[in-house]
C-alpha cells in the first residue's frame, strides 16, 4: 500500500464518490487472479474484495460493474464468471480483451500486467511459424464468449472493452470490421 488508503474499499468507504457526484463505479475484475492482491497465488483476497464490493453496490445507489484485466482465452473467464456467480456477486462484468497486436508486443504487455493462464494461448501461437507474422485478432475468444453467452443468457458479462495495445486506430478499425 501506498498513501493513506491500503484498498479501493476504503476509498469508497469515504463517500468522496458520492460527494463528487458519481453515479457509476467501475471496480477492477481479475479473470486469471492478481499476484500483487493474492501473492501466494489463487484468488481469495481478490474473492473477498468483490464479495465487500457486492455488497457495497447493495448498500448504496452506487450503479457498479466489474472491469477486467485483458485475458486472451474464453475459458478461464468463463470458469471466472460463472464461479462470481455462484457466490452471489452479481455485477455485469466488462471483460478486457487485447486488441489486434503483434505477437511480440502482447506477449511484452501479459507478462508486465500479471496475465497468467491464457498467455499459454499466445505461446502455443508462438510455435506455429505461420503465424508468427500475423498480428494477433482477439476473434476467437470473443467467438467462444458470444457462443456461451447465447447458449447461457443469464451470463453476467455484458461488455467488452478493448485494451488497444497495437494501437487504438488498429484497434478500432478491426472493431469495426
Not at 75 to 84: C, E, R, T
Not at 137 to 164: G, Q, R, S, Y
Request: aromatic letters at 8%.
Amino acid at each position: 500500500p501506498h498513501g493513506d488508503f491500503h484498498s479501493s474499499m476504503q476509498l469508497m468507504e469515504t463517500g468522496a464518490f458520492d460527494r463528487a457526484g458519481f453515479t457509476r463505479l467501475h471496480v477492477a475484475g481479475h479473470p486469471e487472479g492478481n499476484r500483487d492482491i493474492d501473492p501466494k497465488g489463487g484468488t481469495r483476497l481478490v474473492d473477498e474484495a468483490l464479495q465487500w464490493k457486492q455488497g457495497f453496490s447493495e448498500r448504496t445507489d452506487a450503479e457498479m460493474a466489474i472491469a477486467t484485466q485483458f485475458a486472451f482465452d474464453a475459458k478461464p473467464i468463463i470458469a471466472w464468471a460463472d464461479s462470481l456467480r455462484e457466490a452471489g456477486i452479481t455485477l455485469p462484468i466488462h471483460i478486457g480483451i487485447a486488441g489486434p497486436a503483434k505477437l511480440q508486443t502482447l506477449i511484452k504487455f501479459a507478462i508486465a500486467c500479471g496475465v497468467g493462464p491464457s498467455l499459454k494461448v499466445l505461446q502455443k501461437r508462438a510455435m506455429d511459424v505461420s503465424k508468427l507474422l500475423l498480428p494477433y485478432e482477439p476473434t476467437d475468444v470473443l467467438a467462444d464468449l458470444a457462443a456461451h453467452k447465447a447458449a447461457n443468457p443469464d451470463f453476467n458479462i455484458a461488455h467488452v472493452h478493448f485494451f488497444p495495445l497495437g494501437g487504438i486506430k488498429t484497434n478500432a478499425t478491426w472493431a469495426i470490421e
